[in-house]
Antibody
Framework: QVQLVQSGADVKKAGASVKVSCKAS????????IHWVRQAPGQGLEWMGW????????NSAQKFRGRVTMTRDTSISTVYMELNRLSSDDTAVYYC?????????????WGQGTMVTVSS | DIQMTQSPSTLSASVGDRVTITCRAS??????LAWYQQKPGKAPKLLIY???SLESGVPSRFSGSGSGTEFTLTISSLQPDDVATYHC?????????FGQGTKLEIK
C-alpha cells in the first residue's frame, strides 16, 4: 500500500541542524511532489516547502529560505529535509506529505510525523 | 501571505447533529481549498480537495462547498468517530497556508 515512513524522533541543541527522512513506497516515487509541514506543540500546521523527486527541484516558504534544504535519493525513494540553526521555536512535529495529483495540489498521504525537540 | 481564518475554534455537538465549520481566506483562492481531519497524536487526513471534491474512502456524510473567499465543511450526521481537529488549507498561492483549526467534540 501507499505509505510514507519517516525517521524517528530527535533531540538537538540550539544552533545545531536536524535531518529528517521520508521513505515512500507503493507508488512511483518520481510522479508526485513531496511537501514538508510542521506543527508546533498545540499549534496549527505550517507549510515549509516541497521537493520535486523527479528533478530534485525545490521551493520553500520565504520564512525558511536559507535555513532549509530538501533533497532526495531516487535509488531508495527517500526525501530528506534538513533544517539548520535550530532554535526552541523549531520544536515541532515535522510531516512529509504527498501531492494528490502530482504538483500544486492538496496532500493525500502523510508520513507519521517526526518529533524534533530543540533544547537550549 | 494568504490568511485562513476558521470558525468556530471549538465546537461541541451531539451525535446525529448536522455540523458546519467555516473557513475564510484573506483574498480569493478560487476553489483551491482542502479540508483535513486530525486526531490526537496522528497525522492529518485529507477529506475534501478543490473545495468540494470528496477524497476516496471518506464517508459521504462529509461535504465541502464554497469558492472565492468563503468555504464550509459540513458533517451531515455527526458520529463519535468524527471527534478531531479540522484544518482548512489554501493551495492557490505560495506559501500554502492553513487555518488555525477547529476542535470538534461530542456533547
Amino acid at each position: 500500500q501507499v505509505q510514507l515512513v519517516q525517521s524517528g524522533a530527535d533531540v538537538k541543541k540550539a544552533g545545531a541542524s536536524v535531518k529528517v527522512s521520508c521513505k515512500a513506497s507503493g507508488y512511483t516515487f518520481t510522479d508526485r511532489y513531496i511537501h514538508w509541514v510542521r506543527q508546533a506543540p498545540g499549534q496549527g500546521l505550517e507549510w515549509m516547502g516541497w521537493i520535486k523527486p523527479y528533478s530534485g527541484g525545490t521551493n520553500s516558504a520565504q520564512k525558511f529560505r536559507g535555513r532549509v534544504t530538501m533533497t532526495r535519493d531516487t535509488s531508495i525513494s527517500t526525501v530528506y529535509m534538513e533544517l539548520n540553526r535550530l532554535s526552541s521555536d523549531d520544536t515541532a512535529v515535522y510531516y512529509c506529505a504527498r501531492d494528490l495529483l502530482g504538483e500544486d495540489d492538496a496532500f493525500d498521504m502523510w508520513g507519521q510525523g517526526t518529533m524534533v525537540t530543540v533544547s537550549s | 501571505d494568504i490568511q485562513m481564518t476558521q470558525s468556530p475554534s471549538t465546537l461541541s455537538a451531539s451525535v446525529g447533529d448536522r455540523v458546519t465549520i467555516t473557513c475564510r481566506a484573506s483574498q480569493t483562492i478560487s476553489s483551491w481549498l482542502a479540508w483535513y481531519q486530525q486526531k490526537p497524536g496522528k497525522a492529518p487526513k485529507l477529506l475534501i480537495y478543490k473545495a468540494s471534491s470528496l477524497e476516496s474512502g471518506v464517508p459521504s456524510r462529509f461535504s465541502g462547498s464554497g469558492s472565492g473567499t468563503e468555504f464550509t465543511l459540513t458533517i451531515s450526521s455527526l458520529q463519535p468517530d468524527d471527534v478531531a481537529t479540522y484544518h482548512c488549507q489554501q493551495y492557490d498561492r505560495y506559501p500554502y497556508t492553513f487555518g488555525q483549526g477547529t476542535k470538534l467534540e461530542i456533547k
